[in-house]
T-cell receptor, first 111, second 114 residues
Framework: DAKTTQPNSMESNEEEPVHLPCNHS???????IHWYRQLPSQGPEYVIH???SNVNNRMASLAIAEDRKSSTLILHRATLRDAAVYYC????????????FGTGTSLTVIP | ETGVTQSPTHLIKTRGQQVTLRCSSQ?????VSWYQQALGQGPQFIFQ???????GRGNFPPRFSGLQFPNYSSELNVNALELDDSALYLC?????????????FGPGTRLTVL
């Protein structure tokens, strides 16, 4: 059911920006793009979401391609606390607005 | 504001037994979803409850059932436990079920089936 594709793992140096890509080529006009992250031994934590326009919040920025078939989560300055599995999720109205998670991207932050 | 809480934290059962997991949603939230997360995998959607009614179900057999109470807390029941049911069970609440709404997850219940 997962409709997104992400790299299995990525590495970043501490205090460097991180760009986490996600492909969602089957997205429809009413589907929202959500990003969550999961730290070890914790439940997933909301990061950001958007529909068409780029979004910014205190945690991250979300850049959505013009055709909406891909998006990028941007962490502006990675810290050791950002080491987690990041999930890109399409929330689809035609499947009851449920979250369908893929396997996510495991981000390692190098001190 | 109290976040999503789940109980118990850990649970060990044997094959064939039944288990009940509990979730208290965040204050003001009327929608609860349950997920199963096997080791090394992303969470898999089990079902969602909105105002005490089941409002969507993933690809799980009927032995997975649930309830939502008037205070919007929820239970997940699993009958006839199988070894493959060993997983982290996550509960998430939201204020409404639309595609732009945010879900807030609890810390999960780790179930081990022997």
């Amino acid at each position: 059911d997962a409709k997104t594709t992400q790299p299995n793992s990525m590495e970043s140096n501490e205090e460097e920006p991180v760009h986490l890509p996600c492909n969602h080529s089957t997205i429809s006009g009413t589907d929202y793009i959500h990003w969550y992250r999961q730290l070890p031994s914790q439940g997933p934590e909301y990061v950001i979401h958007g529909l068409t326009s780029n979004v910014n919040n205190r945690m991250a920025s979300l850049a959505i391609a013009e055709d909406r078939k891909s998006s990028t989560l941007i962490l502006h300055r990675a810290t050791l606390r950002d080491a987690a599995v990041y999930y890109c999720i399409l929330r689809e109205m035609n499947t009851g607005n449920q979250f369908y998670f893929g396997t996510g991207t495991s981000l390692t932050v190098i001190p | 504001e109290t976040g999503v809480t789940q109980s118990p934290t850990h649970l060990i059962k044997t094959r064939g037994q039944q288990v009940t997991l509990r979730c208290s949603s965040q204050s003001g939230h009327n929608t609860v979803s349950w997920y199963q997360q096997a080791l090394g995998q992303g969470p898999q959607f089990i079902f969602q409850y909105y105002r005490e009614e089941e409002n969507g179900r993933g690809n799980f057999p009927p032995r997975f059932s649930g309830l939502q109470f008037p205070n919007y807390s929820s239970e997940l029941n699993v009958n006839a436990l199988e070894l493959d049911d060993s997983a982290l069970y996550l509960c998430a609440s939201s204020s409404q079920g639309g595609p732009g709404s945010t879900q807030y997850f609890g810390p999960g219940t780790r179930l081990t089936v022997l």
